[in-house]
């Protein structure tokens, strides 16, 4: 860092009055608990993610005697767990201070002897970014990624160390392994684009000819496939993949032994996502259409398609038990999230009930669709003063990450918080969101971030138009691709906006392009057309640093020290040509990743960020 930058103020407290301060700030301490996973061998040996500690971390759950064990507790947190066939050990991943390199660990499910420490899970692997992860009764196949490219390793209990069955440089990762464990789904990019996978299954033989084609399967340009899961039945070869053939993400069973392939038409606008139930007679269907997720049974014999009885609300990840129970998280925007159970007979009850206080709610959302440059644009509204406060109000403008992701009317403690502070919430799915259609999902290829934006602008305009927006006081806000796009809005939109405010952005394209984890690297060269040194003007085009002598408005940016995807040299870049520029910013720096796992971090980057766009706006 070759400048001394100002450091952005931390409140400590948002709101005068103790009940709204404690009612935004118990939305991100109550208990929060994820779906949990099981033991396919015995399910009643479980895991889940929770912040009861005050930081996300891995939890095991006997179900048998219902005894809870907190299993990490890492400074900076622990996201990825998952569990053997038979529940003997738990397996997390285990990297440094949140910068995602690293490699699986395994401990005992009932818990490590004292001053023993974890083993690593797959011996002879090496330290990468993770790429998939499939544990069988007798092997393991395990994907890492590093500067070199994609390995895939394949490890067979009793023996000592995994062997490489697939490297290349381009990006590819474990996508399935099948029920007998001979076959195994590679998803790869070796034609060059990442962003549209082709799918290779080999042979796991018995060791000496691991990594043999079966079969091939590719649509062609612009059209991925991505494997899912094969089916739960040993013998049966049945790989259900998504494919996009008719210009959306669809269901597809392919058999590579038999080469024989049946697409799933099912009569469902939107996009698609399931699961095998345990019997593979039916999908659980994930079925995701303007900003909502529902789950389906359909039935493979009769092809009968079923909406489940599931809560109201949207639907995040859910999974069926040996029993046909479908275990589920549900939320709404005014509604937290749940961990819910479908039972066979109909009943539906809340699998587990989170100690301590439950996190309020918060109003609901709009629905909005505005003509845009490309098509029409949804957008999500919150407004404050329980839903109804009329305008033109202080308005920020909460751009998802990804790019490939979407708003949904899900529960939010972030917007929540901005709605209680007396901002309304916009929330726009630009051309590059998932969710409708591969067209509008690729319409960035070529031209990132000044595509986005041009959508952007056009609910900005509908917004003030109807007087919910005022124009005076308007603020553009994200993290991740979210944050990129809010530095980029504002040198390229300066006129537009109040304040700027993003959080572990792309700031300086080259740098970050130079910096970033491989994984990243193969995405970006198929979103741009090629790398910096093919595409030089498309990249400089879509940078932040290219506009920063156009940035009038006061800038926020908040950075990870460890951050493998947004690194910080390309931020401090960026930070110093504001400052050379003598434009007015500040900065929040926090010794984690690509964001926090820890809940006060978290609580710092909301009241820095609201605190910041309140002196900004007035």
């Known amino acids: ?58 939890y095991a759950w006997d179900r048998a005697t219902d005894l809870h064990r907190q299993v990490t507790s890492r400074r900076s947190g622990t996201h990825s767990v998952a569990l053997p066939p038979d529940g003997e050990t738990l397996w997390w991943f285990d990297d440094t201070d949140g910068d995602e390199f690293g490699r699986w660990v395994a401990e005992p499910f009932a818990g490590l002897a004292d001053g023993a420490r974890p083993e690593p899970a797959v011996p002879g692997v090496e330290d990468g970014y993770p790429a998939g992860l499939e544990i069988g009764r007798s092997l393991t196949a395990v994907g890492t990624s590093t500067d070199e490219g994609s390995r895939i390793w ?130 659980l269907v994930w079925h995701t259409h303007a900003a909502r997720t ?139 969101s998932t969710g409708y259609g591969s067209a509008w999902r690729d319409a960035i290829e070529g031209r990132p971030g000044l595509t986005e934006l041009a959508d952007v602008a056009a609910v900005h305009d509908w917004a003030v138009a109807e007087g919910l927006a005022d124009p005076a006081r308007t603020v553009v806000e994200g993290w991740s691709w979210g944050g990129y796009l809010a530095l980029l809005a504002a040198g390229t939109q300066p006129e537009r906006w109040a304040a700027a405010i993003g959080g572990v952005p792309v700031a300086d394209y080259l740098t970050a392009y130079a910096d970033e984890m491989e994984q990243l690297r193969a995405f970006d060269r198929a979103l741009f057309g090629g790398s910096p040194e093919q595409v030089p003007e498309i990249y400089r085009a879509a940078s932040p640093l290219t506009y920063v002598d156009r940035v009038r408005a006061p800038v926020l940016v908040l950075a990870g020290e460890n951050d493998p995807r947004c690194p910080i040299r390309q931020v401090d870049n960026y930070l110093d040509a504001l400052a050379a520029a003598g434009a007015r910013y500040e900065v929040s720096r926090f010794d984690a990743g690509h964001g926090s796992l820890v809940v006060e971090e978290t609580l710092r980057h909301v009241s820095t960020e609201i605190d910041f766009a309140r002196r900004m706006v007035g």
Not at 164 to 170: A, C, D, R
């Open 1 to 58: 860092m070759t400048t001394e930058h100002p450091a952005a103020a931390v409140p400590d407290r948002l709101f005068d009055d103790d009940e709204r301060e404690q009612r935004w700030r118990t939305r991100f301490t109550a208990v929060r608990i994820s779906r949990p996973d099981w033991a396919r061998d015995a399910p009643d040996r479980s895991a889940y993610t929770s912040n009861a500690s005050g930081t996300t971390e891995v």
């Open 154 to 283: 394949v490890h067979r209990k009793g023996d000592d160390a995994a062997t490489v069955v697939y490297f290349h440089p381009e990006d590819a990762g474990v996508g399935a392994l099948s029920e007998d464990e001979t076959l195994l789904a590679i998803s790869h990019s070796e034609h060059g684009d990442s962003r549209h996978p082709a799918v290779r299954v080999v042979r796991l033989g018995d060791g000496t000819g691991d990594g043999a084609l079966v079969a091939e399967k590719s649509d062609g340009e612009g059209k991925g496939l991505t494997p899912l899961v094969f089916s739960p039945v040993a013998g049966d070869n049945r790989l259900l993949l998504l494919h996009e053939r008719r210009g959306r993400e669809e269901l597809l069973i392919w058999d590579p032994v038999a080469d024989t392939e049946t697409e799933l038409e099912l009569d469902l606008p939107g996009e698609l996502i399931a699961d095998f139930y345990p019997d593979a007679s039916a999908l």
């Open 294 to 432: 529902r789950l389906h049974r359909y039935d493979l014999t009769t092809g009968e398609l079923t909406e489940l009885d599931a809560a109201p609300g949207c639907i995040g990840s859910a999974e069926v038990r040996p029993d046909g129970t479908v275990e589920y998280t549900s939320s709404s925007a005014a509604d937290p999230s749940s961990v819910r159970a479908l039972h066979p007979e109909g009943t539906d009850r809340e699998l587990l009930t989170p100690p301590g206080e439950r996190a309020p709610g918060s109003v609901a959302v709009q629905d909005v669709w505005v003509d845009g440059p490309g098509g029409r644009v949804h957008a999500l509204v919150a407004r404050p003063g329980g839903g109804t406060a009329d305008g033109p109000l202080p308005t920020v403008f909460s751009l998802h990450g990804g790019p490939h992701a979407a708003d949904e009317d899900r529960f939010s403690a972030v917007r929540a918080a901005w709605v209680d502070a007396g901002f309304a919430v916009v929330e726009v799915n630009y051309r590059g």
